[in-house]
Every structure is written in C-alpha cells, then in structure tokens.
Nanobody
Framework: QVQLVESGGGSVQIGESLKLSCVAS????????MGWYRRAPGKQRELVAELIIGGTTRYAESVKGRFTISRDNAKASVYLHMNILKPEDTAVYYCHADDYGHIYWGQGAQVTVSA
C-alpha cells in the first residue's frame, strides 16, 4: 500500500509560480510512474504531467513550456513546478502513482490563480 501526500497549493496571481510536492510513503520501492492530474470546476480530471522511470515525460498541451515535472527517487517524491500561471490552471491537483497497475491518489491540493 502506498500513501501520497501533496503540499504546496495556494492562491497566486496571474503570471506567478507555484511548486507542488508529493511524498509517497508505505511500500514504495521504485514506483514506475508518478505524476499529476487536475480537476477544474465543472470539468473532468485530466493529466497534467507524468514522469516514468527512465526519464520519459508527458505533459498536457495546455501546460507545455510552463510546467515541469521532476522526481527524487531517494525521497520517493515528485514535484510540479508551475510557471506563468493562468486562471485556467485553477483546479485541485492530485498526485498520482502507478505501481505496476496499482493506482494511488493523493488527497488533492487546491491551486487558485486570479487576476
């Protein structure tokens, strides 16, 4: 069993930056895939960024060039560096881990971007 705990959400203004952190605890080992999803008000949850062991990354088109995902395997952590934030980035961000088909979610971190 793996537990994911996010931190770093908050309220910022347009153009500012924010960093989300997620720490995995429990039977982590080396989780093959970790990433971030988000759910904006009235919308479905969507993939924001994913990082697979070996270095493969995936980003939503809407965040490419602005967001960067990184991970520290020694700390069982994954991070999302968010730059040039826009109002449409407002959402609850969820840490996600795929441990060979075992899926885990964090509790969510609110990010609000306003003018």
């Amino acid at each position: 069993q793996v537990q994911l705990v996010e931190s770093g959400g908050g309220s910022v203004q347009i153009g500012e930056s924010l960093k989300l952190s997620c720490v995995a605890s429990g039977n982590t080992g080396t989780i093959p895939s970790m990433g971030w999803y988000r759910r904006a008000p009235g919308k479905q949850r969507e993939l924001v960024a994913e990082l697979i062991i070996g270095g493969t990354t995936r980003y939503a088109e809407s965040v490419k060039g602005r967001f960067t995902i990184s991970r520290d395997n020694a700390k069982a952590s994954v991070y999302l560096h968010m730059n040039i934030l826009k109002p449409e980035d407002t959402a609850v961000y969820y840490c996600h881990a795929d441990d060979y088909g075992h899926i885990y979610w964090g509790q969510g971190a609110q990010v609000t971007v306003s003018a």
